[in-house]
């Protein structure tokens, strides 16, 4: 099957403001409507702090999160357009390790109970399916599958209790089929998990509670999104479900158009594009029976898709709006899904690879294509307090509350050991309205009051500049 690339199946209706242009201004009830459609109970859930991880690399593409057992997040992308790299956050910053292979596609990070990571990826080279990992700060890459055509399109690792990689993958060679590899005392084995017609695309794979996998995926052949799981006895099964998405290759998007992950029953879950109607949707699966809703069908939305489950089994979603090149974040809480806007500066959120720390609280990397950057959104619940845990802190950056704001902003932030910092709260156009010099402070977690008593009623940005790194977070003042 030919590539297809991804602007040549671009929609035509783009809605941009064009660059220098004023934005119209924003009235209080256009306020009050922004923040009422972000949640059932008319307020936004959370409060999004946005860092730019690596500007300097072209970097963002490919792009694959986790969190290690500190808080800290761990992300690994394809940096210069060409080669693999690893960025690892803790309480100096960031760290990278560049380049650790060349000309990867397809890259799926996990890490161990030991927090090493492993890193599963397409080589371009070869066409083969390669895994990765780092012990005692060694590298070594090792080749999993091969084809006469090319193999590992679409690979997902995830790691078993015993710190064993498992990977679901793509075929596209002898056969289009949807693979399976797993190693297992030092040896890889490999099987098909379907060879129905053309099958395995934008796959993506989980372990259930018992270390079973199972793979979320397309079939070309059948228009559809399936289901395949494999049990004690190592036999696969599948089954179709949603029947009415369409083939998976015309949306022209190279990856990230389905998640799956399992509830606390072991059953699957799955949020997925459907191609068709251009929306997001959510599959869930219990007494045998499939159930799917959709959950945001605002224009065409549901690109890049990344699920989790939070510890009461309710899903979050991380997506990109392909009208509006933003990116979106969902959530389902008490009946209702949530849709918010993270980031919408520029074209972002392709790419996205979510998280859920300890509290339940939002990670999601993702790439801003217009300034070929990688960047990071951190997402805070409006009444939680993270004033005093620099592991939070030193990760979002900077949380600002309430929000909306009348009279007072609290900013919390973390100063960096070694940065002076600027506090900046601009408008929409880019305009200073309040600067605050905070590098005299001493380093670790900090808070601070600013009067919004002079501001006009409008959406504005409150920046945390240190050095090469400003943390952004978007705020509502009211009158």
């Avoid at 998976?248 to 699957?268: K, R």
Wanted: net charge negative; with cysteine; hydrophobic share 35%.
């Amino acid at each position: 099957m030919p590539p297809i690339s991804e602007e040549d199946h671009m929609p035509q209706t783009i809605r941009r403001q064009e660059p220098g242009a004023h934005p119209a201004p924003i009235t209080l009830p256009a306020i009050l409507l922004l923040l009422a459609l972000s949640s059932p109970a008319f307020a936004q859930p959370f409060s999004w702090t946005v860092v730019n991880v690596d500007s300097t690399s072209l970097t963002g593409a490919y792009v694959s999160l986790a969190l290690g057992s500190d808080g800290y997040p761990r992300v690994a992308a394809l940096a210069f357009g060409s080669d693999l790299e690893y960025l690892t956050d803790s309480a100096g910053g960031w760290s990278t390790q560049y380049p650790l292979f060349a000309d990867p596609n397809y890259i799926s990070l996990a890490l161990d109970a030991n927090d090493d990571p492993g890193i599963s990826l397409f080589a371009n080279s070869d066409g083969t399916l390669r895994y990765g990992e780092r012990h005692a700060g060694v590298w070594s890459f090792k080749t999993v599958d091969t084809d006469p055509g090319a193999t590992g399109f679409f690979s997902s690792l995830a790691l078993d209790a015993a710190g064993n990689p498992r990977i679901g993958y793509h075929n596209e060679g002898s056969s289009y089929s949807l693979r399976y590899a797993e190693r297992n005392g030092g040896l890889w084995s490999t099987q098909n998990a379907d060879v129905a017609g053309q099958t395995g695309y934008q796959c993506q794979l989980a372990l259930n509670s018992n270390g079973f996998p199972g793979i979320s995926y397309y079939s070309y052949t059948a228009g559809c999104v399936k289901y395949a799981s494999r049990n004690n006895l190592g036999v696969w099964t599948t089954e179709v479900v949603d029947a009415t998405t369409g083939p998976p290759i015309t949306n022209g998007f190279p990856d990230h158009l389905t998640s799956i992950a399992f509830d606390s029953q072991g059953n699957p879950r799955i949020a997925y594009y459907d191609n068709v109607h251009g929306k997001l949707r959510y599959a869930s699966k219990s007494g045998g029976m499939w159930t799917k809703v959709t959950v945001d069908s605002a224009g065409n939305v549901g690109g890049y898709v990344s699920l989790r489950l939070d510890g009461s089994d309710e899903p979050y979603i991380s997506y990109y709006d392909i009208d509006q090149r933003d990116l979106k974040f969902s959530r389902h809480a008490q009946g209702a899904w949530s849709i918010e806007r993270v980031d919408s500066v520029g074209d972002v959120g392709r790419w996205t690879s979510l998280c859920l720390d300890a509290s339940g609280d939002p990670y999601i990397a993702y790439g801003d294509g217009t300034n070929g950057a990688l960047k990071l959104a951190y997402g805070t619940m409006m009444t939680a307090s993270v004033v005093g845990d620099p592991h939070r802190l030193a990760a979002a950056g900077l949380v600002c509350g309430p929000n909306p704001t009348r009279g007072v902003l609290h900013v919390r932030f973390a100063r960096s050991l070694d940065r002076l910092a600027v506090l900046e709260v601009v408008d929409l156009a880019g305009r200073r309205q309040t600067s605050i010099d905070v590098g005299a402070m001493a380093p670790g977690a900090r808070s601070l009051d600013i009067s919004t008593s002079a501001l006009r009623a409008g959406m504005y940005f409150v920046h945390l500049k240190q050095g090469p790194t400003d943390s952004v977070a978007r705020i509502a003042a009211l009158r």
